[in-house]
């Protein structure tokens, strides 16, 4: 019987959908349309022991001057449908949905989140997102998201999260409210919901509340509602800058540290040995940045047409002063490039989105523990690159080092997703406590 590590990890994953640029050119990565990827998702998730699987969400497909992204129309079903049925297929991970704030109604949300957490035995969480806009130039005419939902244009940033500051509030309310005989009488600068919900209080009090805001409004809607962040760093620097600047934002609102669980995003590629996880790492970039991914993954961030730009020669002096131009960004590019003498697809190499842990069982777990020591995080949410094979890698190879370091459970000890997070049953707040 191996003792248990001071501190154990918290392990989420995530099956990238929409916006996954390798997925439909990797012959083996799973079909995202048949249920049975999902199903084989959620039970190795559960086979290893995870907290809880996760799909995100993007309300639209991404688009660059009237063409749309080829690769990223491969998505998958609505969340809301997959999680009840994945529920009857498993019995312990969490499922963990992604859902708007600005393009919900807080009432309806808090019936379905409250819905899932009653059909799945009390195992649901909610990824709060406000919906970013990918393209900054788009912002002044219009967007793809609001396009889509009937409105002229995306709210702006700072009004996002004022909505969904009053939403997430007036959902835990409506969930503190559910089986209450009296009203809640909610009237706020967003919303007016007399209440109480009409499904009963949810098996976990409150489902999970995940958010993963970087911005300092993201940072502070964390602090005041989140039990479990995401974040984005790979940088061990980063990451404890992040929480402790979360630590004192917590602090601030009488929360502490050990409310929440930060969880940075990490994908993983690992083998038995060293040269097998780099030849696959290799193999992966290769199908992942063919020359029409790379000129997306220039234009359509930027504002700027890289259509008739030679990918292997120096980067090119863009028009910065262009309307459609996200300038601050091209400048940026253009600056590194220039600096390290980059050319356009060399540039995207060091900016794609590509596994930022390869290697070996022991080193992966190095990794880990390095960062669960340090504080910088209390586990990782880990997204494979080609599902089912680098979650099976994660699961059969990983897992029982961790195991044997006494750095992850060897069997689950509760029944409900806040169980395995090991974080405490809210108390109901009061009617009359809740406000905008
Ligand atoms: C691991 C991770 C997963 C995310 N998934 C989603 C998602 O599915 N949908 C979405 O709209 N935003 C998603 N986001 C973006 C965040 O919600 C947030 O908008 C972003 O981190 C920028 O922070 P800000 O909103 O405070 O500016 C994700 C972020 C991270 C780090």
């Known amino acids: 019987m191996i003792p248990p590590h001071a501190r154990q990890i918290h392990l989420g994953v995530f099956l990238q959908g929409v916006g996954h640029t390798i997925a439909w050119r990797a012959e083996e990565h799973a079909d995202l349309t048949d249920f049975q990827t999902y199903v084989r998702f959620a039970r190795t998730a559960e086979r290893g022991l995870f907290d809880f699987v996760f799909f995100g969400e993007g309300l639209m497909v991404r688009e660059h001057q009237g063409r749309f992204f080829g690769p990223i129309v491969n998505g998958r079903p609505d969340t809301l449908a997959l999680l009840p049925a994945l529920a009857a ?35 649901a969480g909610w990824n709060v997102v406000t919906s970013f806009s990918n393209s900054a130039a788009k912002d002044a005419g219009g967007d793809g998201i609001a396009f889509n939902h009937s409105r002229e244009r995306h709210l702006e940033h700072a009004t996002r999260y004022d909505r969904a500051r009053e939403f997430v509030a007036l959902v835990q309310a409506l969930w503190d409210s559910g089986g209450e005989a009296r009203p809640l009488n909610h009237i ?9 919900l009409d499904v009963p ?6 489902p999970i509340i995940i958010q993963a805001g970087q911005s300092p409004d993201g940072r502070d809607l964390a602090a005041r509602i989140a039990d479990v962040v995401f974040s984005p760093h790979r940088r061990l620097e980063d990451a404890l800058e992040y929480a402790g600047d979360l630590t004192r934002r917590l602090a601030a609102l009488g929360r502490s540290r050990n409310d929440v669980r930060i969880l940075p995003g990490l994908s993983v590629i690992v083998a038995p040995t060293e040269e097998e996880a780099h030849a696959k790492a290799a193999r992966y970039r290769a199908l992942l940045l063919t020359d029409g ?7 359509e961030p930027s504002g700027a047409n890289f259509d008739g730009v030679d990918l292997d020669a120096a980067f090119p002096d863009p028009d910065v002063t262009a309307p459609e131009v996200n300038g601050p960004l091209l400048e940026r590019w253009t600056a590194q490039a220039r600096e390290e003498g980059l050319t356009p697809r060399q540039l995207v190499e060091r900016t794609a989105p590509r596994p930022s842990l390869v290697g070996t069982p022991t080193q992966v777990a190095d990794h880990i523990q390095t960062w669960l020591e340090a504080g910088a995080s209390d586990g990782f949410l880990l997204s494979p690159t080609l599902f089912p094979n680098d979650l099976d890698d994660f699961v059969d190879l990983a897992v029982p080092e961790l195991q044997r370091r006494g750095l992850f459970r060897t069997a689950y000890a509760g029944a409900t997703l806040r169980d395995h997070l090991g974080l405490r049953q809210p108390v109901p707040a009061q009617a009359e406590e809740v406000g905008a």
């Open 89 to 123: 297929v498993t019995q312990k991970v969490g499922l963990a949905a992604t859902l708007s704030t600005t393009y919900n109604e807080p009432y309806e949300l808090a019936r379905q989140l409250a819905s899932l957490d009653h059909v799945s035995g009390g195992r």
């Open 201 to 206: 209080r949810p098996p976990q009090g409150r």
């Open 188 to 196: 706020g600068r967003w919303f007016k919901v007399a209440g109480p």
């Open 293 to 299: 991914v790379v000129r997306y993954l220039l234009s």
